[in-house]
């Protein structure tokens, strides 16, 4: 096992390093790079970095002359060649650092760090529900299979997750946001004007206030698949020899389920768990942030892209991909964990 980890993690280095060369390398043929982009602006040229001879050459067309040009370059670093600026990049992100944003001129750690806790709490809370619901009611559909309750069960769940997280969004922001319905619940933030004065249990409630519609309108699709993938699970397993024999032996429905078919089925699911765990802290969801105004990790990639920041976008994208890399080696070592059947020693 130990040699194992040593190998997986000795796979992550190239394939880091191919994650990030790949895209370094698509940011150099990007048109409207962050110099292009601070010479429009100065000029008046407009946000994106277009001209009307539809160019992305600013000599002539802005009348900047070319010392000014080259002292640009110089200070986002583009006076270097395309190599040297990768190799400086990664041995610089070998000890996390990784500059400042152009656009937002602070440092990228601290920007990261400040849009964490909304990606977080949407995130944290999906992972909850998710999980917390979908194992129980999975169970329950294996259980009942082809009654009634696990028909009508799969309707509504198919019925949501068919609709789109934003359009879902829409519908509980007209319904219960003050549009044509009911005003319940706010549209902005995580959290009131004024939090900061309020009280432990109004700030916790407002908090929870909040973040009721971007939690239902993000939750809702996971569960579908998750629900589905529990109960087909446990289905498979119930329908097995050893359950027959748990029977034959005199043992109750709720000892066959939870003390054989439980430790098998669960399997699946909880071999996702790690993975899906660290990715709800980590990752945000552009549409739901956007829609509900909240600063989070999938607004500021966006953003980033958009206006060409490449210290966020590329700074983010190594810290995430080592995020997605260390999360995969534990999904596949929960299996060893969860059925101690399985064994890795054959690949050592």
Not at 312 to 321: A, D, E, I, M, S
Request: include cysteine; aromatic fraction near 14%; proline fraction near 4%.
């Amino acid at each position: 096992m130990f040699f194992y980890i040593l190998k997986r993690i000795a796979l992550m280095i190239p394939t880091l390093f191919g994650v990030m060369l790949l895209t370094f390398a698509v940011t150099q043929f990007v048109p409207g790079g962050p110099v292009e982009q601070l010479l429009s602006n100065m000029e008046g040229l407009g946000k994106g970095g277009e001209v009307s001879a539809g160019t992305s050459m600013y000599r002539g067309d802005s009348g900047l002359d070319a010392e000014r040009v080259e002292k640009l370059k110089k200070l986002y670093g583009f006076d270097k060649p395309p190599l040297t600026r990768f190799l400086s990049m990664m041995k610089n992100y070998l000890v996390f650092d990784f500059g400042s944003s152009y656009y937002y001129h602070q440092s990228v750690v601290n920007l990261v760090i400040s849009r964490m806790p909304v990606s977080m709490s949407l995130g944290l809370w999906s992972f909850i529900i998710v999980y917390g619901v979908c194992i129980p009611l999975g169970i329950h559909k294996a259980i009942r299979d082809g009654s009634r309750f696990d028909i009508l069960s799969s309707t509504a769940i198919l019925i949501g997750y068919a609709i789109p997280g934003f359009v879902l969004a829409i519908v509980l922001i007209v319904l219960f946001g003050g549009g044509s319905f009911w005003n319940l619940f706010p549209l902005r933030g995580i959290v009131s004007d004024g939090w900061s004065e309020m009280g432990t249990i109004q700030k916790i409630l407002d908090y929870l206030w909040h973040m009721v519609l971007p939690i239902l309108s993000g939750a809702v699709g996971s569960l579908a698949v998750m629900t589905m993938l529990t109960k087909n699970s446990f289905l498979e397993e119930i329908r097995k020899q050893y359950v027959l024999t748990a029977r034959a032996k005199g043992l109750s429905e709720t000892q066959v389920l939870y003390k054989h078919v439980f430790r098998n089925g669960i399997i699946p699911i909880i071999t996702g768990f790690p993975g899906y765990f660290i990715a709800a802290f980590f990752t945000g969801s552009l549409l739901i942030e956007t829609i509900f105004s909240l600063d989070g990790m999938g607004l500021l990639a966006y953003q980033s892209v958009l206006n060409r920041d490449y210290p966020v976008v590329l700074g983010t994208l190594y810290f995430f991909t080592i995020i997605g890399l260390f999360s995969r080696l534990l999904s596949d070592l929960s299996y060893v964990v969860v059925d101690p059947r399985i064994s890795f020693d054959s690949a050592e």
